[in-house]
């Protein structure tokens, strides 16, 4: 608590802790809690062992509170806010709901297991169901994307690529700024193609045509001529990671697309964010996993070392969840359909069933990717890329439904914590 020198006697009105208590609508602790985070001042009274309150000050921080609780401006606007003070932002986009999700009230996993990942995509946009969509990349797109991709060291990360690609297809986009609801869908058509495009392929050659998951494999996978089984998965994968609800990348991009920002630059919001260990990264760390164990043929001793050093199994858990991750139960499904997948899904449950021994955590999608991209010949960011490249679809998705709302409306308050000025000038 910091107290100070009495006032003089024509200083501002002043509040006992009671006074402040009731004020604030919270218990007089409540009050020395808020001195102590640098959020109200107090100064002792003359004489007296209680502390007063500057009311200014008070009714400031009560307008503040009561404009958190209601989602105020940290809200994300109307159908916002709740009172344990998380960010919600109203979206008719995608449910989370009793260990199940659905895009625009259909069944996410229903979904994926029937149409293609284009098609899905062009659902989550538009809410009509186009039975075979393509997406077509203009090739004045993908050269400039190509040689700007090109141009990056060796050991640049699939996030890096995705990122430098969206930024050079802008350039090439000069109408890039219109907004309407048919210009953006246009970009989306167009941008997820050419992303795809721009990456290097895997081995000495790369597709161009067809369904999106055919374009990607040839990207990501060493084995020249996948089965359908194969290509099946990877579609399925991409439509089952289109959206997750308001993600961490998520948000970046809805936060871009509040200001007005082009869906390229939103997209890169996101693409920003999706580096992180935590969310679009987290495959790769599941990959390394699985391959440990299948190298020393034990879940055991590899979980022993994960744990003894601290870190968090990965592929396990999801707070979203109690029960299995729905993604992972669907992907997990197509998987047991490819004979060279069985040891790694092995190797999976193993992991599954050694942790359970102290936490009993149910398998994610991260996990399911990482039997998908290790049985397939793929490389340990090869899931990044796939959750990129699908995430994509979303985020444009949430950029459109965006530029329908209020602008600037994802601008939460910050909450002041440091000391009250005004403080002395530092020498």
Same mark, same amino acid.
């Given at each position: ?10 200083? @501002? ?10 004020? &604030? ?14 959020? &109200? ?81 062009? !659902?989550? !946009? %538009? ?26 060291? @060796? ?10 690609? %969206? ?49 990607? !494999? ?12 194969? =290509? ?8 089952? =990671? ?18 007005? *920002?082009? /869906?390229? *630059? ?10 992180? /260990? ?6 790769? =760390? ?37 029960? #299995? ?9 197509? =998987? #047991? ?15 599954? #069933? ?26 340990? %960011?090869?899931? @990044? %890329? ?8 979303? !985020? ?30 530092? @020498?």
């Amino acid at each position: 608590m910091r107290d100070q020198e009495p006032a003089p006697k024509d200083a @501002e009105r002043r509040l006992s802790t009671k006074e402040a208590a009731e004020l &604030l609508g919270v218990k007089p602790e409540t009050v020395y809690a808020y001195v102590s985070r640098g959020q &109200l001042s107090s100064r002792r009274v003359s004489g007296g062992r209680g502390s007063t309150f500057d009311a200014g000050e008070v009714e400031a921080l009560a307008r503040r509170n009561r404009r958190d609780r209601s989602g105020g401006s940290g809200s994300g606007g109307p159908g916002g806010g709740n009172p344990g003070g998380e960010l919600s932002v109203r979206t008719r986009l995608t449910l989370i709901e009793s260990d199940r999700y659905f895009f625009r009230g259909v069944d996410a996993v229903d979904l994926a297991d029937r149409h293609t990942y284009e098609e899905v995509a062009e !659902w989550l !946009w %538009t809410g009509r169901m186009l039975p075979g969509s393509t997406f077509t990349a203009p090739a004045a797109f993908v050269s400039v994307a190509r040689r700007a991709v090109e141009a990056l060291p @060796e050991h640049a990360a699939p996030a890096d690529l995705l990122r430098v690609a %969206t930024v050079a297809a802008a350039t090439a986009d000069p109408l890039r700024f219109d907004l309407s609801e048919d210009a953006v869908l246009g970009t989306a058509r167009t941008l997820i193609p050419t992303l795809v495009a721009a990456l290097p392929p895997a081995g000495h050659h790369r597709r161009d045509e067809g369904p999106m998951a055919h374009r990607l !494999w040839t990207r990501l996978s060493v084995h020249k001529d996948p089965d359908e089984a194969s =290509l099946r998965a990877l579609d399925a994968a991409l439509a089952l =990671l289109v959206d997750h609800d308001l993600a961490a990348s998520t948000l970046a991009v809805r936060v871009a697309a509040s200001a007005r *920002a082009h /869906p390229y *630059a939103a997209v890169s919001a996101g693409l920003g964010v999706i580096e992180g /260990p935590l969310h679009g990264a987290a495959s790769g =760390l599941a990959h390394r996993l699985l391959q440990d164990v299948l190298e020393q043929g034990d879940a055991a001793p590899v979980i022993a070392d994960e744990l003894r050093a601290g870190r968090r199994v990965p592929g396990l858990g999801h707070r979203l969840y109690s029960g #299995e991750d729905p993604r992972a139960r669907a992907l997990f499904a197509l =998987l #047991e359909q490819i004979p060279r997948a069985e040891p790694a899904l092995l190797a999976a449950r193993d992991i599954v #069933e050694t942790t359970a021994r102290h936490a009993p955590l149910h398998a994610n999608v991260d996990l399911a990717l990482a039997v998908l991209t290790v049985s397939s010949g793929m490389g340990p %960011t090869a899931g @990044e %890329t796939i959750f990129a490249v699908a995430r994509t679809a979303g !985020w444009i998705a949430h950029a459109l439904e965006e530029y329908g709302e209020r602008p600037l409306r994802m601008r939460p308050s910050g909450l002041y914590a440091g000391p009250r000025p005004p403080q002395p000038l530092p @020498e």
